[in-house]
């Protein structure tokens, strides 16, 4: 049981966060702060927090939990303002989806504290953020990244990882250079596919006509290019040598898929397409099953 949650940044994420831990019945109080007041009216309106803070340092002060909502650019001056209030046993974490430079941020904002904060990073969203599409049923059946630092004590790493069991996570380890390696591979690189082809499309005169007769593939493949513009500047900004990395690997293989389109070799594109489905069929997904293909 959680006697107070602090909430720094009050959007989606937290906001989901603190409502799934009332659902748990594992938190008696929250207390958020937001740069955007409206944010904050409009959580305490909905039920979500308890008490809105003036400052990021009020909503940390007593709090026995802290979770930094905030974009991973914010993160040093957040953490410089929360450090001094911080409870000497609260647990600190975040909910970024990069990992280096937040650890680096937050070494040189927390000093010898830096043992306070445990990384996180709940692969789970929404293409609409804010407080209003905060949702209980977030991370329910999601992956929960935690990123231990060599100065967190086993009872923190089991205590955040049984808060985020509570909200309906999966809850794993990872070393933060290996984390952003695989994000950059499995989110942040898809995301980027998804941006370009869209560019590639409405670029072209008949682009909106093309989009006009667009299937469910297209729905599916093109779901993740409605995200957040300023979120996605940041990770990919953050993430820039990992996602380059990834970038390059794809672009080696897409050309290897156009040489044999342009030389007509049907064996080499059945192979290829054959190999990429049975690699995604095998894929268990974040529930554990396996997933079927989709339509065109």
Known sequence: MIRQLGLVGCGLMAGSFALALRRAGQVE???????????????LELGIIDQRADTAAQAAQDSDVVLLGVPVRSTQACLEAIRDHLSPDALLMDVGSTKGDVIEAAHHALGSRIGQLLPAHPMAGKELSGIDH???????QRITILTPLPSNTPAQIERARLLWQAVGSQVTTMDPKQHDAAMA?????????????????????????????????????SRIAASDPTVWRDILLSNRAEV?????????????LEQAIEQSDGAAIEAAVARARDARVAW??????????SAP
């Open 185 to 221: 591979a499995v989110s942040h690189l898809p995301h980027v596919i998804a941006f370009a082809a869209l560019h590639a499309l409405i670029d072209q005169n008949s682009g909106t006509d093309f989009m006009a007769v667009a299937g469910p593939g297209f729905r599916d493949f």
């Open 284 to 293: 268990p997904g974040p529930a554990g099953q396996a997933l079927a293909p």
């Open 29 to 43: 109080r929250v207390v958020a702060f937001s740069p955007s007041e409206r944010t904050t009216r409009r959580a």
């Open 244 to 256: 380059l990395h990834q970038s390059r690997l794809f672009r080696q293989a897409l050309e290897q």
């Open 134 to 140: 905060a949702d209980a049923a977030l991370y329910q």
